[in-house]
T-cell receptor
Framework: GAVVSQHPSWVICKSGTSVKIECRSLDFQATTMFWYRQFPKQSLMLMATSNEGSKATYEQGVEKDKFLINHASLTLSTLTVTSAHPEDSSFYIC???????????FGPGTRLLVL | GDSVTQMEGPVTLSEEAFLTINCTYT??????LFWYVQYPGEGLQLLLK?????DKGSNKGFEATYRKETTSFHLEKGSVQVSDSAVYFCALSHLQGAQKLVFGQGTRLTINP
């Protein structure tokens, strides 16, 4: 099946710094990538949808200036958490899909801890 | 807006027991319905799906039937194994292509030997 990777798998940073998370589709070209956030023992909350070559569409309540998303190619999307604070600590998950297929393929997630 | 509601967990069963995880949804039109599974330390994996009313999705012994009249998509398995221990998410999406998913809150399942 299709494989989606995320890097890093976990990161610890100081409050006020920025963190970049990469999401790659390894064996297919992803026209659309999604970024989710998962709190402990809770469901995935969609943060934004990004299409290759265009600006991301953010869900209501998600600060676009804080969570910068770039989808520069059909195999790579990045999420940058700017000026991170402890409340941004969470599990961030990306998924990738194509316009012709309904199935999304999920990355293994990145655990962020902001001290 | 669209929403998905799952039975609250955690659910703990003995090996070979019968499993049902309830899922109901609220949506306009005719969404596609999915069950995803998240094993410990891993990313979500698609378990099964159904794209229209009365369709039955099945995989690895799990089944779920798209019930339009009750807006439900309950997950069932006749005999669970320890390896089925995971978190299960019900989800829906509209239209075709890589459309965004709306997830339920997840149900943690633990199977004891």
């Amino acid at each position: 099946g299709a494989v989606v990777s995320q890097h890093p798998s976990w990161v610890i940073c100081k409050s006020g710094t920025s963190v970049k998370i990469e999401c790659r589709s390894l064996d297919f070209q992803a026209t659309t990538m999604f970024w989710y956030r998962q709190f402990p023992k809770q469901s995935l909350m969609l943060m934004a949808t990004s299409n290759e070559g265009s600006k991301a569409t953010y869900e209501q309540g998600v600060e676009k200036d804080k969570f910068l998303i770039n989808h520069a190619s059909l195999t790579l999307s990045t999420l940058t958490v700017t000026s991170a604070h402890p409340e941004d600590s969470s599990f961030y998950i990306c998924s990738a899909g194509t316009a012709s297929q309904e199935t999304q393929y999920f990355g293994p997630g990145t655990r962020l801890l902001v001290l | 807006g669209d929403s998905v509601t799952q039975m609250e967990g955690p659910v703990t069963l003995s090996e070979e027991a019968f499993l049902t995880i309830n899922c109901t949804y609220t949506a306009t039109g005719y969404p596609s319905l999915f069950w995803y599974v998240q094993y410990p330390g891993e990313g979500l994996q698609l378990l099964l799906k159904a794209t229209k009313a009365d369709d039955k999705g099945s995989n690895k012994g799990f089944e779920a039937t798209y019930r339009k009249e009750t807006t439900s998509f309950h997950l069932e398995k006749g005999s669970v194994q320890v390896s089925d221990s995971a978190v299960y998410f019900c989800a829906l999406s509209h239209l075709q292509g890589a459309q965004k998913l709306v997830f339920g809150q997840g149900t943690r399942l633990t199977i004891n030997p």
